[in-house]
């Protein structure tokens, strides 16, 4: 009895231990052991670490901005890792660049041709007279014209504006001493002729004096509301033509036949009218009305 006993719980442990062994084997088993979780190595931690850095949109604006060429596509290489991230152009950079620029041209442009026309000017307002104490004197070579009553400037009707008055109306006037003093405050000798001084111009004073009567021009020449001699004024014209290449005569202070060309010349290069005399508006023209 004792024997059928021993004989049976040995075999009811060995179907346990089978069992047991049974259940450990099969993968379906919901008590089999779990599986370890993998270990993350150091180097695949940074690797992520980096990449999300990369994705943070502030990191994106300033790669932008440093590299504007980039389009659409950046790539992140990583230890033989790619990782591809999609940007989008920031449009609102751009406009403030060009924008930012364009005031900048045009106050530079503006500034460049104000300042030139301020030079220009400048120049001209500040003409300095070369000859103050210029006295003219009887010029051999240029000829005294004559009296004649019957003168008068040819076209001078169609010459346009107030500034030509005193030559339309101009007639050449012969009287004595006594009657130009009676009529005139300023009379002058300049040049070797008598002038009288009437409203700005220089007339000659026909019959004054007639031991110096030398008068190479016959006409008003103007100088402007003192009366102060034109033979200084002439001088600085003739000078003023003479660098331009318009007047190749002496600088005697007279309006003798080459002064007349070269007046004429330089009005009409002006488009001023073609009075061959030194009137208002060219005298302004040359900045020394």
Same mark, same amino acid.
């Given at each position: 009895m004792k024997k059928f006993? $021993?004989?049976?719980?040995?075999?009811?442990?060995?179907?346990?231990?089978?069992?047991?062994?049974?259940?450990?084997?099969?993968?379906?088993?919901?008590?089999s052991k779990p599986v370890a979780?993998?270990?993350?190595?150091?180097?695949?931690? $940074?690797?992520? $670490?980096?990449?999300?850095?990369?994705?943070?949109?502030?990191?994106?604006?300033?790669?932008?901005?440093?590299?504007?060429?980039?389009?659409?596509n950046t790539k992140i290489h990583t230890n033989n890792t790619v990782t591809k991230q999609q940007f989008h152009t920031v449009q609102p950079n751009k406009v403030p660049v060009v924008q930012s620029h364009n005031?900048?041209?045009?106050?530079?442009?503006?500034?460049?041709?104000q300042s030139n026309k301020l030079v220009v000017n400048k120049n001209v307002q500040n003409f300095q007279p070369k000859h103050q104490n210029f006295h003219a004197q009887v010029n051999s070579s240029v000829a005294s014209v004559h009296?004649?009553?019957?003168?008068?400037?040819?076209?001078?009707?169609?010459?346009?504006?107030?500034? #030509?008055?005193?030559?339309?109306?101009?007639?050449?006037?012969?009287?004595?001493?006594?009657?130009?003093?009676?009529?005139?405050?300023?009379? !002058?000798?300049i040049g070797g002729g008598w002038y009288y001084w009437n409203a700005g111009y220089w007339y000659p004073a026909w019959g #004054?004096?007639?031991s110096a009567a030398y008068y190479p021009y016959d006409g008003p020449i103007y100088v402007g509301n003192s009366p102060k001699p034109f033979d200084q004024i002439v001088a600085d014209v003739q000078t003023t033509l003479q660098e331009?290449?318009? #007047?190749?005569?002496?600088?005697?202070?007279?309006?003798?036949?080459?002064?007349?060309?070269? !007046?004429?010349? #330089?009005q009409s290069a002006q488009g001023l009218e073609q009075t061959a005399a030194i009137d208002q508006p060219t005298l302004e023209s040359l900045g020394m009305g």
């Open positions: 006993v $021993t004989i049976l719980i040995g075999c009811s442990l060995a179907l346990a231990a089978g069992a047991r062994a049974e259940n450990q084997q099969d993968p379906k088993n919901k008590k979780k993998p270990v993350v190595s150091k180097q695949q931690h $940074t690797v992520n $670490t980096h990449v999300q850095t990369h994705t943070v949109p502030t990191t994106h604006v300033q790669t932008m901005h440093k590299n504007p060429t980039l389009q659409n005031p900048v041209i045009q106050s530079n442009k503006l500034q460049t041709v009296f004649n009553q019957n003168f008068h400037f040819k076209n001078a009707q169609n010459w346009h504006g107030p500034h #030509y008055a005193a030559f339309q109306n101009y007639h050449p006037q012969w009287h004595d001493h006594g009657w130009w003093h009676s009529h005139h405050n300023n009379i !002058l000798l #004054y004096d007639q331009q290449g318009l #007047y190749h005569g002496e600088i005697d202070g007279l309006v003798g036949p080459l002064t007349q060309e070269a !007046l004429a010349a #330089y």
